[in-house]
Nanobody, 129 residues
């Protein structure tokens, strides 16, 4: 079982920036991809971004494209989410997720929660003036 620990959440004003981190540890044999999802109060958890561990291809939800950037540090088994131009509607608990395996699929596959094997505990991001 892989353990994922998120950090970097907090309170920020509209237009501000935050960087989230997610460190993976434990039974890491072959990370296939890591992703970020978010869940606002009263809403379903939704896809934000994903990155392939080999090659570094990235995928984004339309709502965050051009504002958020996902990146990885393979040596540290860590994924980051740089969030710029934050809006009140970005307020949510952000979850990191990890998939194991050697087979890569289309970008659409990694937008699904069921694509991932392990989840972090979440970190709160609040965008408010």
């Amino acid at each position: 079982q892989t353990q994922l620990v998120e950090s970097g959440g907090g309170l920020v004003q509209p237009g501000g920036s935050l960087r989230l981190s997610c460190a993976a540890s434990g039974s890491i044999f072959s990370i296939n991809a890591m992703g970020w999802f978010r869940q606002a109060p009263g809403k379903e958890r939704e896809f934000v971004a994903a990155i392939m561990w080999s090659g570094g291809s990235t995928y984004y939800a339309d709502s965050v494209k051009d504002r958020f950037t996902i990146s990885r540090d393979n040596a540290k088994n860590t994924v980051y989410l740089q969030m710029n131009s934050l809006k009140p509607e970005d307020t949510a608990v952000y979850y990191c997720a990890e998939r194991q395996g050697n087979t890569y699929y289309s970008g659409y596959y990694y937008r699904r929660m069921t694509a991932y094997d392990s989840w972090g505990q979440g970190t709160q991001v609040t965008v408010s003036s």
